[in-house]
């Protein structure tokens, strides 16, 4: 399977020069790859999201949005729907992240609801799920976990199920520099692929992708995809400084090799 490696570049880029600069650093640094066999997709806001997928023509490079609404349009001041960011060249969707859970409130029904509108309008969701820090130390992180998935696939068309990619992000290890074993990923992608087998059979569950997010760094990428047998990362500020950020790409890029 095809590794996936997903750069979340969040409420960053603040002017145009900005992301000018960012996106000419990313086609240099790109070019300096001796191959590149890894799936990248890059999410900036969504103001900047045309100008990406104008610039982004490489090979395996796509561009995703960071959130959608679940109306596809209307009356809902300041939303962004999923057809609109569709339309201007996106690819993926990153849902239920831990900062829209943790800001924004956002529970299971809300992302089941962004998820089922990503799949009609045929945009790959990349679907956070992940425990506390207190849920960890309680011994509940397969429970949390199971619960999550659980409500965030409700009424999905069996149909859709492998369009889904699922991405492991314990919310204690974002932005923490704490991350978890390499044993402990692995425990929740076995628990996540054991999940998706009783519900839907091997055969589709195996095409299911399932990243580990959570202060992600060249460094440790060994640790939280590699050991684990992962089929990708989600990373975060390490994706606003392209060199450091296709490093991680090089490191996997020479892995497959």
Same mark, same amino acid.
């Given at each position: 399977?095809?590794?996936?490696?997903?750069? =979340?570049? #969040?409420?960053?880029?603040?002017?145009?020069?900005? &992301?000018? $600069?960012?996106?000419?650093?990313?086609?240099?640094?790109?070019?300096?790859?001796?191959?590149?066999?890894?799936?990248?997709?890059? $999410?900036?806001?969504?103001?900047?999201?045309?100008?990406? /997928?104008?610039?982004?023509?490489?090979?395996?490079?796509?561009? *995703?949005?960071?959130?959608?609404?679940?109306?596809?349009?209307?009356?809902?001041?300041?939303?962004?729907?999923?057809?609109?960011?569709?339309? !201007?060249? +996106?690819?993926?969707?990153?849902? *239920?992240?831990?900062? &829209? &859970?943790?800001?924004? /409130?956002?529970?299971?029904?809300?992302?089941?609801?962004?998820?089922?509108? /990503?799949?009609?309008?045929?945009?790959?969701?990349?679907? $956070?799920?992940?425990?506390?820090?207190?849920?960890?130390?309680? *011994?509940?992180? /397969?429970?949390?976990?199971?619960?999550?998935?659980?409500? &965030?696939?409700?009424?999905?068309?069996?149909?859709?199920?492998?369009?889904?990619?699922?991405?492991?992000?314990?919310?204690?290890?974002?932005?923490?520099?704490?991350?978890?074993?390499?044993?402990?990923?692995?425990?929740?992608?076995?628990?996540?692929?054991?999940? @998706? !087998?009783?519900?839907?059979? +091997?055969?589709?569950?195996?095409?299911?992708?399932?990243?580990?997010?959570?202060?992600? =760094?060249? #460094?440790?990428?060994?640790?939280? $995809?590699?050991?684990?047998?992962?089929?990708?990362? @989600?990373? *975060?500020?390490?994706?606003?400084?392209?060199?450091?950020?296709?490093?991680?790409?090089?490191?996997?890029?020479?892995?497959?090799?």
């Amino acid at each position: 399977m095809q590794k996936l490696v997903v750069g =979340n570049l #969040k409420m960053n880029l603040l002017t145009i020069a900005e &992301r000018d $600069c960012y996106l000419e650093a990313f086609q240099r640094d790109f070019e300096k790859l001796s191959k590149n066999s890894v799936e990248i997709v890059l $999410c900036p806001p969504f103001v900047h999201l045309e100008k990406f /997928a104008e610039k982004l023509k490489m090979k395996n490079v796509f561009v *995703g949005a960071q959130n959608i609404f679940w109306e596809d349009r209307g009356s809902y001041t300041g939303e962004v729907s999923s057809l609109m960011v569709k339309n !201007v060249g +996106s690819k993926y969707v990153i849902l *239920g992240h831990s900062e &829209r &859970r943790k800001y924004f /409130a956002e529970n299971g029904e809300v992302v089941n609801a962004k998820l089922k509108a /990503a799949l009609q309008d045929n945009l790959i969701p990349i679907v $956070c799920v992940g425990e506390s820090q207190i849920e960890r130390n309680d *011994g509940e992180t /397969a429970k949390v976990i199971v619960q999550q998935i659980d409500q &965030r696939l409700k009424d999905v068309p069996i149909s859709k199920i492998s369009e889904i990619v699922f991405a492991y992000e314990p919310i204690w290890a974002v932005g923490s520099d704490v991350i978890p074993t390499g044993d402990n990923i692995l425990e929740v992608k076995i628990t996540i692929r054991k999940m @998706l !087998v009783e519900k839907y059979g +091997s055969s589709l569950a195996e095409k299911v992708k399932i990243l580990y997010g959570g202060s992600v =760094n060249s #460094k440790n990428i060994n640790q939280v $995809c590699l050991d684990p047998q992962m089929d990708g990362v @989600l990373v *975060g500020r390490e994706s606003l400084i392209p060199n450091e950020f296709l490093k991680i790409v090089e490191i996997l890029n020479n892995h497959i090799a």
